[in-house]
């Protein structure tokens, strides 16, 4: 059949009478991930940011593909469709990592970037597109903590980024940071809203390609004071799923803080606990006002010693907010900070994770193939380190879901959450599921080696959770524009 191509609109143009046609689909032969050098030593500073060394575990979706590691000049190579590299802790680098896949690596291109803390358990962050703004919300500048916001410029020329600050209190205003090519640049919160209990940012790239990420850290400095990432949040959205977390039991007594952002209209959100047993909304939460431009934080009582989840649904005017949510991490005084996702409602029979990417179906009713599909994607479940306490907490905000990690089922209803135990070496796990939406998060936390959790309860709970890492569907295919048949279309 012959093809035009269509410079204006970028339309596919099919030469018959067969009428307009669905997206299509085909091989993805390039991918890039941008992972956040978590033990890059900033210039200027004499410590790095989180105790290192760091490493990168590297999933695709074939047996075997070579990945092209920026910054490091080096090529990875994947074997049994899993690879690691050492990253080490870095003085004065770029303050992160570009994966490139191409051809058969490209297909289900996944990556974590994992330091080793320093006892407190060990930091994790997903690696994911570039993107040109990033949405934080947590720390306070309050005196005692001193977080810090990171830009890395992947670029090699002179890149720009617009920060602008909300808080409980007064903020500044939006400020433009110019990053110097293949550098970092670090700016403490407290610069920007100074004494803040809580304080949440809205970070666009106006120029270059910068990577954004932040930490929240113990002004006192020195050893063993448990420096946390924050990692980005999901953009606004009128429905969102903070977690699924495990608290600590024991001292200090168990808390979780929800900090809620409007960076437009005012709102009222109603926030709902979900756990094992199903959800509830407290009488105190059914009704919390966001203000316009501003910041707060909410009190959110979750068990101790058990797997839980926070659904923030926003009413009244249903503006879009942005959420993140700190728990008490087990260490004293240091909160870690769990992201939100997007939550829709599923469509299609399509078995989807919250960001709309397939969580590998298992049922044949309903859209089985093509882009976006379930059977597209490809979800890696990255091993626990060492020494390490590790688990994956599955959560079914909207529907029921039947999940299987490396063949093991467990099934989580409606409003819930379960647990199962994560991959403790080598490899990792792989995520399929049916039903849906699903949020699948990755915990660790530092405790006796060897511990973990079953398809049911947990068998120790971490001494300290030290990170939760929201786990996504790396696509297989790509998809391609709709054929229309009217070649005028292009034009209208």
């Known amino acids: ?6 410079g204006l609109g970028g339309a596919i143009l099919l030469q018959d009478d067969r009428g307009p046609a669905v997206p299509g689909s085909g091989p993805l032969t390039a991918a890039m ?24 575990d590297v999933r695709t979706g074939t047996t075997a593909g070579r990945v092209q590691v920026s910054s490091r000049d080096a090529e990875l190579r994947t074997t049994l469709g899993s690879g690691r590299l050492a990253l080490g802790s870095s003085a004065g680098g770029a303050g992160a990592v570009l994966l490139t896949g191409r051809d058969d690596a490209a297909a289900g291109l996944s990556a974590v970037v ?4 320093d006892g407190a358990g060990p930091a994790r962050a997903r690696c994911v597109p570039p993107v040109s703004r990033s949405w934080f919300a947590g720390p306070s500048t309050a005196a005692g903590r001193d977080p810090v916001l990171v830009l890395a410029n992947m670029a090699d020329q002179p890149a720009r980024a617009s920060v602008r600050t909300l808080a409980d209190g007064p903020a500044g205003p939006p400020v433009d940071i110019t990053v110097p090519p293949g550098r970092t640049v670090t700016r403490r919160l407290a610069a920007l809203a100074p004494e803040a209990a809580t304080t949440a940012l809205d970070v666009q790239v106006r120029a270059g390609r910068i990577v954004a990420w932040m930490t929240d850290r113990s002004s006192s400095g020195g050893p063993f004071t448990a420096p946390r990432l924050v990692p980005a949040t999901a953009p606004p959205g009128r429905r969102l799923l903070l977690g699924g977390v495990i608290v600590p039991s024991g001292p200090p007594a168990p808390a979780a803080t929800l900090v809620l952002a409007a960076p437009g209209t005012a709102t009222t959100v109603r926030v709902s606990i979900l756990t094992a047993s199903g959800r509830r909304t407290p009488i105190d939460l059914a009704d ?3 203000p ?34 700190g728990v008490a991490s087990g260490w004293p005084g240091v909160w870690t900070w769990a992201p939100a996702s997007r939550v829709e409602a599923p469509s299609g029979g399509q078995a989807l994770d919250a960001y709309g990417r ?28 060492a020494g390490a306490v590790g688990a994956v907490v599955l959560t079914a905000p909207l529907g029921p879901v ?25 490899r990792g796990g792989r995520l399929v599921a049916e039903g849906g939406p699903l949020v699948a ?34 696509p297989s295919l790509a998809e391609l524009p709709a054929g229309v048949a009217d070649p005028a279309l292009a034009y209208r």
């Open 288 to 290: 919390v006002p966001v």
């Open 402 to 426: 039947t999940a299987r990690l490396d063949g093991v089922p467990v099934r989580v209803d409606a409003g819930s959450v379960r647990v199962m135990a994560a991959p403790v070496a080598g």
């Open 358 to 385: 397939g969580v590998g179906r298992l049922a044949t009713a309903g859209p089985t193939t093509g882009p976006g599909t379930a059977s597209d994607a490809v979800v890696a479940v990255p091993p626990t380190p």
């Open 441 to 474: 998060t990755s915990i660790l936390g530092a405790g006796p080696a060897g511990a973990g959790a079953s398809s049911g309860a947990l068998r120790v709970v971490p001494r300290v959770l030290s990170a939760a890492v929201p786990l996504t569907g790396a």
């Open 1 to 6: 059949m012959p093809l035009t191509i269509v």
């Open 114 to 117: 994992t330091a080793a803390g």
């Open 33 to 56: 991930l941008a992972c956040p050098d978590l033990a890059v030593t900033p210039p200027g500073a004499h410590v790095p940011l989180l105790p290192g060394p760091a490493g990168l």
């Open 292 to 325: 316009a431009g501003g910041a707060l934080a909410v009190p959110v009582p979750l068990p101790a010693g058990a797997a839980s989840a926070v659904l923030v649904e926003s009413t009244g005017a249903a503006a879009p907010v942005f959420a993140e949510l």
